[in-house]
T-cell receptor, first 115, second 109 residues
Framework: DAGVTQSPTHLIKTRGQQVTLRCSPK?????VSWYQQALGQGPQFIFQ???????QRGNFPDRFSGHQFPNYSSELNVNALLLGDSALYLC??????????????FGEGSRLTVL | QKEVEQNSGPLSVPEGAIASLNCTYS??????FFWYRQYSGKSPELIMF????GDKEDGRFTAQLNKASQYVSLLIRDSQPSDSATYLC?????????FGAGTRLFVKA
């Protein structure tokens, strides 16, 4: 049973560039949430996708956007990168039909460094 | 006020001792509470959840919830060096799960 997979695992970008991160949810899951985790901090909610729509959004600027595909996989796009965007980006999948049980399955993350 | 607050630690306990991790939350309407463990360089994994006031035990782990005080705790009995990790407290807020900053635990052999 494949777990949550994310790519790439590490990447380095320069300020002003754009980045796309990808996530495939755990088999059978239909909901994808994205989190940003800065060093020494807890995961901060960016947004959640369900049925190819953004269902809830956290306190992140419009530079952060996403997409969910019919196969439930998802992308996170960040435009005009800032130094402060350097973080671990975590994708978490879950079942929507169970409501928000709080049981999230995380991928290993994509570590973004902005120089 | 942060939605979920935790002491960042680090909390250091000797092997075999009880580790006590604490968390407070701001939304009195919160119903569901979670503890995730995150090893260094790894992603969080769910270890406990609790919905009702009182204690919930699972092996060496006990979650405690006091909704009147808006307080959640995690006790780890017979702590092992392998328990050394960051423990994240989380609550549900609509469709999202809200995490605290985490408490770093070190168990000394």
């Amino acid at each position: 049973d494949a777990g949550v997979t994310q790519s790439p695992t590490h990447l380095i970008k320069t300020r002003g560039q754009q980045v796309t991160l990808r996530c495939s949810p755990k088999s059978g899951h239909d909901t994808v949430s994205w989190y940003q985790q800065a060093l020494g901090q807890g995961p901060q909610f960016i947004f959640q996708y369900y049925e190819e729509e953004e269902r809830q959004r956290g306190n992140f600027p419009d530079r952060f956007s996403g997409h969910q595909f019919p196969n439930y996989s998802s992308e996170l796009n960040v435009n005009a990168l800032l130094l402060g965007d350097s973080a671990l980006y975590l994708c978490a999948s879950s079942f929507a039909w169970r409501g928000n049980t709080g049981e999230l399955f995380f991928g290993e993350g994509s570590r973004l460094t902005v120089l | 006020q942060k939605e979920v607050e935790q002491n960042s630690g680090p909390l250091s306990v000797p092997e075999g001792a009880i580790a006590s991790l604490n968390c407070t939350y701001s939304d009195r309407g919160s119903q569901s509470f979670f503890w995730y463990r995150q090893y260094s360089g790894k992603s969080p994994e769910l270890i406990m959840f609790i919905y009702s006031n009182g204690d919930k035990e699972d092996g060496r782990f006990t979650a405690q919830l006091n909704k009147a005080s808006q307080y959640v705790s995690l006790l780890i009995r017979d702590s092992q060096p392998s328990d050394s990790a960051t423990y994240l407290c989380a609550v549900i807020g609509g469709f999202k799960t809200i995490f605290g900053a985490g408490t770093r635990l070190f168990v000394k052999a």
